[in-house]
């Protein structure tokens, strides 16, 4: 297993997540799964577990807690999260963390996060009056926080609000990166970001959810053909190896196969050489291409909006929905709009069109985007 340092801790570079744990018929936890791919993981040299409050129906924590609790506390790090994606839990700091605790069966989390910080939450979470920051901060101080970070699906305009009023309390941030979501998610400018702050980045999502699991068949065949061996989730991880930003790669996983062709992954360090991370990412643009609006977010549109609507974001949400079908990430973000800045406020009158250089209809785009919602 490959290890990367953090301050005074030696991670795996390879973490399990516990969003996506084996399951029995009737969709409850299969425990007895769970505590073989645990002991399996630990033996290879696994020693980080990411879960959360709301991970299996709040299952996700009582299982690891169950799990863990037979292992010596120092052979394992555990990370959780303040369930901020509700934003009926945010007077509840206390009452939750205490909960967890319990439920994870230990005395003091490794690392803590602020759960998915995004547009429909920023202005909570940055609210001190919750007292969410000075409770958790309390806690870090007590020893029963080590480390304190957060993880979002949000821009970088909400990552720089976040960092602007809590930037120095922040030790480390998760984001989704993957090879896919580089340019499509804007993850190169998070990153950068991140560099900008000193934080070591950690990776959920590196297979998109099992969306890059496989490819077209000419896609696959390239990537073959510069490395026989290597699969295509290998060609996932192997991209993350070559972002020098990243420390920890967490990977959910299902069942004793993706664990076993993980960890064998892991057990070297092979990132991509310049050739490669351009066939990879040349792969993306075309896959990409297909479905969405070839955007270069120049903004002219925005000035010729009787509305003012932010065209361009509208757009690089249009795009994530129509390549994912769906997905949660673009109907959260414009769900956290006025309603006078969402697609339906568009009034069709095609003013940005006459000033679009890549000529797209963006009144067709924000007629179809706003059915697509409703769907």
Known sequence: MIYNHFQDMKLSS???GCMRLPTCPDGKIDMDSVREMVAYAIEK???YFDTAWGYHG???ERAMGEVLKGYPRDRFYLATKFPGYDLSNMGKAEEIFEAQLKKCRVEYFDFYMFHNVCELNIDAYLDRSYGILDYLLKQKKNGRIRHLGFSTHGTLETMQRFFDAYGEYMEFCQIQLNWLDWSL???K???ELLKKWNLPVWVMEPVRGGKLVKLEAEQEALLKAMRPDASVVEW?????QSIPEVTLTLSGMSNMEQLRDNIVTYETEQPLSNTEMQTLLSAADAMTAKTSL???ACRYCIDHCPMELDIPRI???YNEHTYTGGGFLPAMAIRALPDEKKPSACVGCRSCEAVCPQNIRISEMMSDFTARLKK
């Open 294 to 296: 070839p955007c270069t």
């Open 185 to 187: 998610q804007n993850a």
């Open 58 to 60: 709040g299952d996700s």
């Open 14 to 16: 390879l973490g399990m």
């Open 236 to 240: 996932a991880f192997r991209f993350l």
């Open 189 to 191: 400018e998070k990153v």
């Open 45 to 47: 040299g696994i020693n």
């Open 315 to 317: 757009i690089e949400l």
